[in-house]
């Protein structure tokens, strides 16, 4: 990470419910730099709403916290609330099922795995906690995709390399967009060797009180567990445990859109 990037964002350190409010020369001190240094760091940051100057006369400028930190927060809040929602009924789904369970978000242009519960098998899969992933690879992220505005997934999807790294092929770009409408229209993803070669995914979408996608439930396992019927099984019970996530989240809606299976 940049090193004035870094030195900017250790000056919120200094703010605490003790002190809401500091000067220029109380944040310089502080810091141990020069104050046309600080100056410079406060003001990058007050341009992006870290920060708002609340006072500033010909002698001293004081600054607080900016909305920009409260919008941030309340995003690592709901993060926190639906994981802990949710990881009761993970648990109970991988005791069930015994494959992996994912709990995934949609994060700007990127898809970020926020729990995870690991079945009795041994089986190493490429994510963890904490994980980020484009939003084109795998059940979980691709469903989130397919549940954005058309616009958004265009400007996404054209930033995006694009590329598998399973098969180290190029995805193309039409066949992905008839693939995210497919996945809308019948409600869960389906998705095939596509993070970690001989694995399977499917995921089915958690709505919160406002009736919107806010996560994927998504499990994964080998290949050779998703055929058959072991596999209608894997949907149903999948697709049983995001409904009840979703009504613990506030989700009231008269249809789950759930309907449909392949």
């Known amino acids: 990470m940049n090193q004035s990037v870094i030195k900017a964002l250790k000056l919120l350190n200094y703010f605490s419910a003790d002190t809401p409010e500091l000067t220029l020369k109380d944040i310089a001190t502080r810091a141990g730099i020069p104050k046309p240094t600080a100056y410079r760091l406060l003001s990058a940051l007050e341009s992006g709403h870290f920060l708002y100057k609340i006072k500033e006369n010909e002698h001293d400028s004081k600054y607080r916290l900016g909305l920009k930190l409260l919008e941030l927060g309340q995003i690592v809040s709901d993060q926190l609330e639906i994981r802990k929602i949710a990881l009761p009924d993970m648990q109970k789904l991988a005791a069930d099922i015994d494959e992996v369970i994912h709990l995934v978000i949609a994060n700007q242009d990127e898809a970020t795995y926020i729990e995870k519960v690991d079945s009795s098998r041994a089986l190493r899969l ?133 309907e449909r299976m392949i």
Request: charge should be negative; avoid cysteine; glycine fraction near 8%.
């Open 126 to 258: 490429n994510t963890r906690v904490g994980k980020s992933s484009p939003l084109y690879l795998g059940s979980g992220p691709k469903l989130l995709l397919a549940n954005m505005p058309h616009e958004q997934q265009d400007t996404i999807l054209e930033d995006a390399a694009l590329h598998h790294p399973v098969n180290r092929g190029r995805i193309d770009q039409k066949a992905l967009l008839q693939e995210l409408q497919t996945i809308h229209e019948e409600g869960y993803a389906y998705s095939i060797g596509e993070q970690d070669a001989d694995t399977t995914g499917i995921s089915y979408p958690i709505y919160d009180y406002s009736n919107q996608v806010v996560a994927a439930l998504a499990v994964s396992g080998l290949s050779s567990h998703f055929e058959g019927d072991n596999l209608q099984e894997l949907k149903m019970n999948t697709k049983q445990t995001a409904e009840t996530i979703s009504r613990k989240l506030g989700y009231r809606g008269p249809d789950f859109k759930f």
